[in-house]
Every structure is written in C-alpha cells, then in structure tokens.
C-alpha cells in the first residue's frame, strides 16, 4: 500500500491528547488516525525523565508496528522528555505538541509576556522557556506547575467552583504582570479553557488569548506531511472522503468511553484495549 494512505500515530498518556486527536480530525479529515492511551500508566507528568521516555518509546513501537506515515506526541511532558529521542530513531516525520504553540504565542503577544501552565514534568524541563525563547530571546515567560488540573480535567469538573478555586490558587501570584497570552501546556487542560480564562481575566483585569496546543499542532503536522508529499489527497488513488479514527487504549477502565467523549467527538471512533 502507497505510503499516503498509511495512518498517522498519536499517543498521550491518556484521554488528554484526544483534544490533539480532536484538532487533528478537523484540520486533516482524509486521513486515518491511530490513537494511543497509556491509561494503565496515567499520569507521565509527575515521573522522571527517564520514566517518561522509556514510555514515550514504547508507545511509539506500538504505533510504528502498525506503520504509521508519522507520529504526533499529544502529551506535553513527552514531548518534553522524548521528541528528540524519538526524532533520531525513526526516520518517519515525528512531532511534539510544545514548539508549534510557542511559535503562536510569540507571534500573537504584545506585551511578550507569556504564561505557561503545565504538569510538574513539562515545567521542570523547561522546554517552553527554550521554545519561546528561541522565538524570541527577550520574551518574558511566567511558568506554573498545576498538577491537581489533570484529574480535575478527567472527572469533567469544567464548572466547579472548587476548580475555580484550584485555577486561582496556581494563577493569582500573575497578577501584577504584564501577561496577555497564556499557553495551556498540557493536553488535558483544554477541558478547564473557559474556567482558566475566567480566572486569569478576572486576576488581570483585561482579555487574554489563552492558547491550546492542539491546532497549532494540527496544523504543523498537515504543512510537514504536504512538504514530503505524504497527504492522503497527494496520493496516487482515490481517498476516501473520511478518515477513519482508532483509538487503542493500555487499560479500560469503568466509563473511560463517557470520559473520552469529554475531550473528543468520538462519533464513529473504535476502541481496543491493548497491551504494551
Ligand atoms: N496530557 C499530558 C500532558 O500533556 C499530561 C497528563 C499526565 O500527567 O499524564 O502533559
């Protein structure tokens, strides 16, 4: 089979990178996702380095032995820790979630004032600082480890008023700054978006763009694979109109469907438990 009509690969340590799944299905329709959960291992984001990548490497052997054409890291604390692994092992096209949307963030900031939330993981790696930094050397960034937002985010709590709280307490020390765009590093904060805006709105007194890593990601992945003429609608056949969506998962638990419906529009979406 033509390398095109091949799949594209995307792994997270969980539910999270189903909103990268989710950007994914809107900017490429034609093409044939396989989805990768780690959820017999959630969380990544308070291991070691070492943890994360040796995860991060099995995931990708999984989803290489299915002979993805590419492969996306829809989790921040791996791409943290594994994308430039992952890039020397495999000569497939290989993207993280961090570079595409520090690349926004730079670009839409006035004040060049930035703040990224994240897991304990992504923050200590600092990856964001290099990423925006290397856009722009004089950017100033404001980093925060929020690790209570994940399970938060899981158990769909978007409207609590304890969640506010939680926001609050990682946000308000923002308050006197001169941030206007805030990056929400992590694949499962996207949940939380309008309760984060809320918060940091009301901290800062003004608008902020808050930016989540999935369309920029989305959109990096399509302009990478049309540069090596890997798109579906680059190959020699006819596609077919829609992709289709499999999503593998490490462990089943108990309404993980329910769970995933909260981060992806899962309509017509198959699911498998797998093992590692
Ligand atoms: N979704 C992962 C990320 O983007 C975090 C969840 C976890 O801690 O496993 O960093």
Redesign the pocket.
């Known amino acids: 089979v033509e390398e095109n009509f091949a799949p594209i690969g995307v792994f997270?340590?969980?539910v999270?990178?189903l909103t990268v799944l989710n950007a994914l299905r809107h900017v490429l329709p034609e093409e044939t996702l396989f989805y990768l959960g780690d959820t017999a291992r959630?969380?990544?984001?308070?291991r070691s380095a070492e943890t994360v990548c040796q995860y991060a490497l099995q995931a990708s052997r999984f989803l290489i032995e299915k002979d993805v054409k590419a492969l996306v890291i829809?989790?921040?604390?791996?791409?943290a820790y594994a994308l430039e692994r992952l890039k020397e092992k495999y000569s497939i096209p290989v993207i993280g979630?961090i570079d595409s949307v520090a690349h926004r963030a730079a670009k839409i900031s006035q004040t060049q004032e930035v703040a990224v939330l994240?897991?304990r993981?992504?923050i200590r790696s600092e990856s964001y600082v290099k990423a925006l930094q290397k856009e722009k050397a004089s950017i100033k960034i404001h980093a925060r480890a929020c690790p209570l937002l994940?399970p938060l985010a899981e158990e769909g709590w978007s409207d609590k008023s304890v969640s506010e709280e939680i926001i609050y307490q990682y946000l308000k020390d923002l308050k006197n700054t001169d941030v206007d765009t805030l990056i929400l590093?992590?694949?499962?904060y996207p949940l939380l978006k309008g309760l984060i805006q809320k918060v940091a709105e009301g901290l800062l007194g003004r608008s902020l763009f808050v930016l989540d890593?999935g369309p920029p990601a989305a959109e990096a992945l399509k302009t990478l694979l049309r540069t090596k003429g890997l798109l579906v609608s680059q190959g020699s056949q006819a596609a077919c109109p829609r992709g289709k969506t499999h999503i593998h998962v490490t462990d089943y638990p108990e309404g993980f469907e329910e769970t995933a419906k909260r981060f992806f529009d899962a309509a017509g979406a198959v699911f498998t438990h797998v093992d590692l």
């Open positions: 997270d340590s969980g999270g990178g959630v969380p990544y984001g308070n829809a989790c921040n604390t791996a791409s979630v994240g897991t993981g992504t994940v590093g992590c694949t499962h890593s």
